[in-house]
């Protein structure tokens, strides 16, 4: 009877523990799995100034990117600059890089740096930007070790628009459009589109 009962027991723990597993949950706002030793995400419901504690007001950023070269956003001053954390499962994520790369490529004034926000070998990621191509440098971020002036993104894509001084101009969580990016530009004292808005 008592064994019965502890296996009874047994089965439903392992019933309960696979339903905690959130099956549905959106590629687009799953932050990759953290050590069990680092503190839980904010909730979704946090003050936006709470979170923005780790953004650093001149944030410094130097990777090397995917095909050997060293980027170091100090050298990109007198630019706009989109700072893009992305995956290469990201939905979200793929939907607004080609738009990124044609504001990179069509906007002298505006340069574009793809951050991958995963765990993926330098090989894997080249062959999936072969099918992916973007005109912008991309570069892996360390899950476990992300640059340290950028918060740790709570989802993806996350962007930054830092301005040409090196200051943080803005912060967008979840898909950014072109406009989004030069809207967001002009509101802060840069150059305005004129005539052929991207949308």
């Known amino acids: 009877m ?10 439903a723990v392992a019933v309960l523990g696979g339903c905690k597993r959130p099956a549905d949950e959106p590629a687009a706002v799953a932050p990759p799995a953290k050590p ?9 419901d946090a003050p936006a100034a709470a979170q923005d504690d780790a953004v650093v007001e001149m944030p410094a950023l130097s990777v090397v990117t995917v095909d050997g070269k060293a980027y170091d956003l100090a050298d990109h001053r007198g630019n706009w ?26 906007r002298e004034h505006i340069e574009v740096v793809g951050l991958a926000y995963e765990d993926i070998e330098p090989k894997e990621l080249r062959a999936f930007l072969e099918k992916h191509p973007v005109v912008y440098p991309v570069a892996i971020i360390d899950v476990y070790d992300p640059p340290a002036d950028f918060a740790t993104p709570r989802g993806l894509p996350m962007t930054y628009l830092i301005a040409p ?20 530009i002009a509101a802060a004292g840069g150059p305005a589109v004129t005539g052929e808005a991207q949308g």
């Open 2 to 11: 008592n064994l019965r009962h502890l296996i009874a027991l047994c089965l």
């Open 36 to 44: 069990a030793t680092e503190t839980p995400a904010a909730p979704a």
């Open 81 to 106: 600059v989109v700072v893009n954390f992305w995956a290469t499962w990201c939905a979200p994520c793929l939907k607004e890089m080609p738009e990124l790369s044609a504001l990179d490529a069509m």
């Open 165 to 184: 001084d090196g200051r943080v101009a803005k912060r967008f969580l979840g898909p950014v459009t072109a406009h989004d990016i030069e809207a967001a």
